[in-house]
């Protein structure tokens, strides 16, 4: 059943549309990620859902209810943002249970509340630390618990691990789709990390100038992307034109772009696609190439194991067929792409 529906939503600051008729919806218990670079839109999409922009053009609606004149704090809308905004004064039990006690809970309802959400987000035992004692993973993982504790309709995450490491934002990436799984929580996210969005989201929406350019479930977006844009924006290595990508593939198609693995390379034999390296960079599990194939162009591949490449070195190359995909139709080629 659909909890959350845009319909043509638009918001425009001093005339500049900032989000142009975006039509979305979120399924009850399913998380739907936001993915966009700075600037796109997304932020304000998000606050446009709280309640904290007004709408230039469109609908929200909740439940088939249109949420227009509802205003933010009767929405029953819970808001997170990248830096947690944790009551730095309380403890960690006393931040997570705020909103229960202004909801008038009693005080053994609160704390069996607070004990549940604290083992529910692996911080069993850490009710009376303060929240400077805390890293900043453990700060998000309370302003989690603290925005669950309200037992929103709704849960809207702004950027929630942006200001985390890459390898703790991995991590919590992992542990917030499972918290947001075991509670059933219905959720909206907004984020610029794609390794976060396909963590943590059910459907993917990408978003480019403030228009939705593709939206589906997460792995369809990843494995097909609407265009040459989208696919870079996503992690893919490179786009090739039709002509580059025949030459390649050696049969007759359209687009594709490739993902950073697609193109594997190795010591020039009797099989594979004869290419020169144009450079070699050693890496801890295999090397990473920069190669040149004739009527195709600069490639993005990966080396044998422990094999060591010079420029000029000519060697042999071959393409895994799953670490492709093929755009659709004429798919507008961006700047930069093989022809």
């Not at 059943?1 to 549309?17: H, K, N, T, Y």
């Not at 870079?232 to 030459?247: E, K, Q």
Request: net charge negative; proline share 6%.
């Amino acid at each position: 059943m659909v909890s959350l529906e845009l319909q043509g939503v638009s918001v425009a600051f001093d005339g500049a549309v900032v989000v142009d008729a975006v039509d979305l919806s979120v399924e009850d218990g399913h998380v739907l990620a936001v993915l966009g670079p700075s600037g796109c839109g997304k932020s304000t999409l998000l606050r446009a859902v709280a309640g904290l922009e007004p709408l230039t053009s469109g609908r929200i609606g909740w439940d088939g209810a249109d949420l227009a004149g509802v205003p933010t704090h009767r929405r029953g809308f819970a808001l997170m943002f990248q830096d947690g905004q944790l009551f730095d004064h309380l403890t960690v039990a006393r931040n997570i249970g705020y909103a229960r006690r202004l909801q008038g809970a009693s005080r053994a309802a609160v704390r069996a509340e607070v004990d549940d959400l604290l083992d529910l987000v692996g911080l069993g035992g850490y009710g009376g630390r303060l929240p400077r004692t805390l890293s900043g993973g453990e700060r998000q993982r309370v302003a989690l618990a603290r925005s669950l504790a309200a037992r929103p309709r709704l849960l809207l995450l702004d950027e929630p691990l942006s200001a985390l490491d890459a390898g703790l934002r991995g991590r919590l990436a992992a542990d917030l789709r499972r918290i947001l799984t075991e509670s059933g929580t219905t959720a909206l996210l907004v984020t610029h990390d794609q390794d976060e969005a396909f963590a943590v989201a059910d459907r993917l929406a990408v978003m480019r100038e403030g228009r939705i350019v593709q939206e589906g479930p997460t792995g369809s977006v990843w494995a097909h992307p609407a265009d040459a844009d989208t696919a870079l924006f996503l992690g893919y290595a490179r786009v090739l034109g039709p002509r580059a990508a025949t030459a390649l593939l050696g049969r007759a198609t359209g687009p594709v772009a490739l993902r950073p693995a697609a193109v594997l390379a190795g010591p020039e034999r009797g099989d594979g696609i004869p290419a020169t390296v144009r450079s070699f960079r050693p890496t801890p599990d295999a090397g990473r190439l920069v190669v040149s194939v004739d009527g195709v162009g600069e490639l993005d591949a990966v080396g044998v194991p422990g094999w060591v490449a010079e420029p000029g070195q000519r060697v042999a190359v071959r393409v895994v067929e799953h670490a492709i995909a093929v755009l659709p139709g004429a798919a507008a080629e961006p700047a930069g792409s093989a022809p």
